[in-house]
């Protein structure tokens, strides 16, 4: 594709750097295997330890979860949830936070690509992935997208897709209604602000099929429960998610 094309000519002028923390990178065994040694250093790489674990079932969370709460945590037992199962690459805390920040504030399509892929990666060893027809960024209004400037949630998707060969349909959703930032509200009001707030594109149809839907982080799950209730209702069979963090507020690592 052409993004990714894109990053490895442009890392033949530029000096290679850590996407994680822009130090200058030379090749190592620790990562060489996974593909990933022109983009992470060492330091960056084992701190993400969560990515290579599985987290809560249901929203991906890394906390503690009592057995009584089957395949729930205590993040998501009592919301109504409607995708199938998330996927995280580890909780919205210290560095995973920091490069979710930063590609948001320096629009850093390249980190945001290179956590997709690693997203991809996490994604591969899911046995209902092996039966995704397809990628779907979270959409959002077209007034925010001409504020920021960046749509990060559809560069997550291409990289997830460079690594799984899974393709990705941008022109499926749609945000029909600006609503408040979900940042700014707490608890069930998240879930009443994104109310019927997504649609299908005109003559999209999408009977049958299996839909990861893709998000840089999931605070409440409100925003991708509804994306979600919505394809279902529409006629997809499946709808998992899959987002770079976690967020888990005062909860504890697992």
Request: glycine share 8%; net charge positive; hydrophobic share 40%.
């Amino acid at each position: 594709m052409f993004r990714e094309s894109f990053i490895q000519m442009a890392s033949l002028v530029y000096p290679a750097t850590c996407v994680g923390c822009d130090e200058a990178l030379s090749v190592s065994p620790m990562h060489v295997d996974g593909g990933f040694e022109s983009n992470w250093c060492d330091d960056c790489w084992i701190r993400l330890p969560e990515s290579w674990e599985r987290g809560c079932p249901k929203c991906g969370s890394f906390i503690k979860r009592p057995e009584s709460f089957g395949d729930r945590c205590a993040l998501c037992v009592e919301f109504p949830l409607r995708f199938n199962s998330a996927v995280a690459l580890g909780n919205y805390h210290g560095m995973l936070k920091r490069m979710v920040l930063d590609l948001k504030r320096d629009m850093n399509e390249q980190l945001a690509f290179q956590l997709g892929r690693l997203l991809g990666l996490k994604l591969m060893q899911r046995e209902f992935f092996d039966e995704v027809d397809f990628l779907v960024p979270v959409p959002i209004h077209w007034r925010r997208r001409f504020q920021r400037g960046f749509h990060a949630a559809a560069v997550i998707a291409e990289g997830v897709s460079s690594i799984t060969g899974v393709r990705v349909e941008n022109g499926v959703l749609r945000c029909d209604r600006l609503t408040e930032k979900q940042g700014t509200l707490t608890g069930q009001k998240r879930f009443s602000n994104v109310k019927e707030a997504f649609q299908l594109k005109p003559l999209v149809t999408i009977e049958g099929s299996r839909i990861v839907i893709v998000d840089d982080v999931m605070t409440s799950g409100a925003t991708l429960s509804e994306l979600a209730k919505m394809l279902r209702k529409c006629g997809a069979a499946s709808a998992h998610c899959a987002v770079v963090a976690r967020a888990t507020g005062r909860h504890r690592n697992a």
